[in-house]
């Protein structure tokens, strides 16, 4: 049996299941990346439920397995060589178990490198612009007088609906094929018009394609459970 005694978030949230991947996350659409892509995947793993509501993400155990004290993370007991390997960051993390499985990054270099394009393009883009809109439009920053943030992150998540449009006018995916560049997109545009109730602020029904897209994403019965996971009590 695989000993994570060495990690101390396996000390704060013991594995039942220690010889399976060792998911920590909640169901955020950074959160939802990684359950999808292990649903998709197959590989056995083992979800735990951090709670950043109450500061979980915050707790030593965990930042000492992601300094950034962000969701999520994992612990795989069997990495490189055969030993564990404890990640943070969504996008590494699909890429290593892209890696690991051999599916939803191409071995083709030209392939492989345009796909992780894509990838970034979420990481640095999508993300945070979706979820400045978020918070200015639902949370908190909607109370401020001054309206002017909340319309800057509307005209740019606008704009990068228009790039993932174009992208997928002729295409049922952000490449080829089904890959971890629309793993990692997809929590992301769902959220935009469903929790953050953005739809109609950024003028989303315009992206038909984004949106038969976002459809067929929603259809996979992975990403369906991804969606779900970790489970609230």
């Not at 969504?90 to 939803?104: E, H, N, P, T």
């Amino acid at each position: 049996m695989t000993d994570l005694s060495s990690f101390p978030i396996a000390r704060r949230w013991p594995a039942a299941r220690p010889d399976a991947i060792q998911l920590y996350s909640l169901a955020t659409p950074n959160g939802v990346k990684v359950s999808i892509m292990l649903e998709e995947t197959g590989f056995a793993y083992e979800a735990h439920l951090i709670d950043i509501m109450k500061g979980d993400n915050n707790l030593p155990e965990f930042v000492a397995l992601n300094p950034n004290a962000k969701i999520p993370a994992i612990i795989d007991p069997n990495g490189p060589d055969g030993k564990p390997i404890g990640l943070f960051e969504s996008g590494a993390i699909l890429v290593y178990l892209a890696d690991k499985s051999g599916r939803f990054l191409s071995s083709d270099p030209a392939r492989r490198y345009e796909t992780l394009a894509w990838l970034f393009f979420q990481m640095a883009s999508i993300g945070p612009m979706f979820g400045q809109v978020g918070f200015f439009h639902k949370f908190a920053g909607r109370e401020f007088e001054d309206k002017r943030p909340l319309q800057r992150y509307v005209t740019e998540a606008s704009r990068l609906l228009g790039v993932l449009d174009a992208r997928l006018k002729d295409r049922d995916w952000l490449m080829d094929d089904y890959s971890i560049a629309d793993i990692a997109t997809v929590g992301w545009v769902r959220n935009l018009i469903t929790f953050y109730e953005a739809r109609d602020l950024v003028g989303y029904d315009r992206f038909t394609h984004v949106d038969a897209w976002l459809n067929r994403a929603l259809a996979r019965p992975a990403v369906q459970r991804g969606l779900q996971i970790p489970a609230r009590g």
